[in-house]
């Protein structure tokens, strides 16, 4: 059966001379009461018995009947008041440093029944006698304590396999009749050998309220079986399961005139994509939206921006994957910036990619690009097709494009984009290249040829045979691509969003010109398939869900 000893309180130490501390540790006793004659110089209550120090004695009162031996004692009075003198000739007795310590004890007996008992420990150096003096012994069981039970509390049940996120595991320890247990300490570990990270990596000590808290983080998928325990009674166990999983993360690329600055590209989709649990782990309540994006901890809970959307916005001027919390920071741009070479794009969109899978193992990545945008976002697929597979490649699951400029723009689509935009060169030429490599105007997005020197209807079906999906959505009154809704006679470009082998689709999106002017009604006319409920809708049935086994 069990004999084994649960520490449960902190020592305290009474020196000669000082009153060091005074602590109730519970239990009954007969308190004070003794008629010794001598000064006391220091005390503590002990277990329901009052110890006493002077300059030679030691003086125990209370239920003394099992106090060992050497404490030599005398009775004195009616109420159990002991005096001891410690073992010395009669002129070595300790005059200075002498000391007490008292314990509070769990003790489990052989039939498996749980005590509170009391330990006492003196302590000191004598005048006539080499080396410290020291004499402890565990007195008297004291009373009957039901067996404690442990309970566990899981912040969540599922945790984001990539070696960043954590969840928070609190372990209860309670008598059977409820009560906390104060002072228990208690272990957390995991029952796989590895690819389980458990902090603290020591035992905690329960708290007040008898609980102690863990975070676990890992970087294996499936089931994570914990286990809690009582270091001194590691029979007394509680076994829990965390599931690891893979997330999806969403990646938004804007097309020209964007900027990223103080306003967050893409409300609507951004909006929508987060209600589908797209969003940063939440503990408690979470921060509130205004500092979603800062990337500080501005409710000290553990979890940087906890409750904000999960998405990482791509920079035209690049950006960084946080070593030490796995955050990609973007760094700001202007509108002009959309106008370098789309190969310039294209390496920041590669190494947010790459960095961010390397950095988060279990991680699937989609891209979701607009204008300009999407043909950014499409030669991702390049990091598929290309061998070796890199760590980005074989992350990503998805592109989505939206009225993407696929197939490139022929030249008087861009003299009317430039008419208004602080874009130009180096893109410009760019696209119109782009526009020149298709051999079908009628399929220009599925004809033209990428960045990566291959047909993108190609590009695509090779990507598919690599399961990653591709969605193309275009609109019918994108003045972009379609002038003559904007009351300009230039060539239509409609086929340019789409690509025949990716799952495509145009949408009807009229009504936006009337009366609002030639170049707002080419700039809302361009972004309204942003914000049209069902593209929205159709964008985030096409991503899945936010979590994957």
């Not at 990619?353 to 697929?381: E, F, I, K, P």
Request: proline share 4%.
């Amino acid at each position: 059966m069990l004999k084994l000893l649960i520490y449960q309180m902190v020592k305290v130490a009474v020196v000669f001379g000082f009153i060091i501390a005074v602590i109730a540790c519970g239990g009954g006793g007969d308190g004070g009461g003794g008629d010794n004659s001598e000064s006391s110089d220091s005390a503590l209550v002990c277990g329901g018995l009052n110890v006493e120090l002077d300059s030679r004695w030691v003086r125990v009162e209370g239920t003394t009947a099992s106090l060992p031996d050497w404490f030599k004692l005398n009775a004195v009075g009616s109420t159990g008041g002991l005096y001891s003198q410690p073992d010395f000739a009669a002129n070595e007795f300790l005059e200075y440093s002498l000391s007490v310590e008292c314990d509070a004890i769990l003790l489990i007996d052989g039939n498996g029944y749980l005590y509170r008992t009391w330990g006492i420990a003196l302590s000191g150096d004598s005048l006539h006698v080499v080396g410290p003096w020291q004499r402890e012994s565990t007195y008297a069981r004291h009373n009957q304590v039901d067996e404690p039970l442990l309970a566990i509390n899981l912040e969540r049940e599922e945790l984001w396999a990539d070696g960043f996120e954590n969840v928070e595991v609190r372990v209860s320890a309670r008598a059977s009749n409820g009560l906390p247990l104060a002072g228990v300490e208690v272990s957390m570990e995991s029952i796989l050998d590895n690819g389980v990270d458990v902090e603290p990596l020591f035992s905690q000590v329960t708290d007040e309220a008898g609980t102690a808290m863990f975070l676990v983080r890992s970087n294996r998928t499936g089931a994570l079986p914990l286990r809690a325990s009582l270091v001194n009674v590691p029979e007394i166990t509680r076994e829990v399961v965390v599931t690891g999983v893979r997330r999806r993360v969403v990646v938004l690329v804007q097309g020209i005139s964007t900027e990223l600055l103080d306003e967050l590209p893409f409300p609507d989709l951004r909006v929508e994509i987060a209600v589908q649990n797209f969003v940063r782990p939440r503990r408690g309540i979470a921060e509130p939206e205004a500092v979603w994006e800062d990337g500080i901890d501005n409710d000290d809970d553990g979890v940087i921006d906890d409750g904000g959307p999960l998405i990482l916005d791509f920079s035209y001027q690049g950006g960084l994957v946080l070593p030490m919390t796995g955050r990609w920071l973007p760094n700001p741009y202007s509108c002009w910036d959309t106008g370098q070479s789309i190969e310039t794009s294209m390496d920041h969109l590669h190494s947010l990619l790459n960095d961010y899978a390397t950095a988060h193992t279990n991680t699937v990545l989609s891209v979701v690009g607009h204008s300009q945008g999407g043909l950014v976002a499409l030669q991702s697929l390049n990091l598929v097709v290309s061998t070796p597979i890199t760590a980005g490649g074989a992350a990503l699951e998805s592109v989505v494009t939206l009225d993407g400029a696929l197939g490139g723009n022929p030249n008087p689509g861009l003299t009317i984009t430039e008419w208004f935009q602080c874009w130009g060169n180096d893109a410009a030429q760019d696209l119109l290249i782009t526009w020149n490599t298709a051999s079908d105007n009628d399929a220009q997005g599925s004809t033209a040829i990428s960045f990566g020197n291959m047909v993108h209807r190609d590009l695509v079906s090779l990507a598919a045979a690599r399961e990653v999906r591709t969605m193309t959505l275009g609109s019918y009154n994108d003045c972009v691509f379609s002038p003559i809704d904007c009351g300009t006679p230039f060539l239509t470009n409609l086929s340019s969003q789409v690509i025949d082998t990716a799952t495509w689709r145009y949408f009807m999106l009229g009504g936006n010109c009337g009366g609002i002017g030639f170049i707002k009604c080419i700039k809302d006319s361009h972004s309204m398939i942003l914000s049209t409920p069902s593209v929205v809708t159709a964008v985030v049935d096409f991503l899945g869900a936010a979590t994957l086994p």
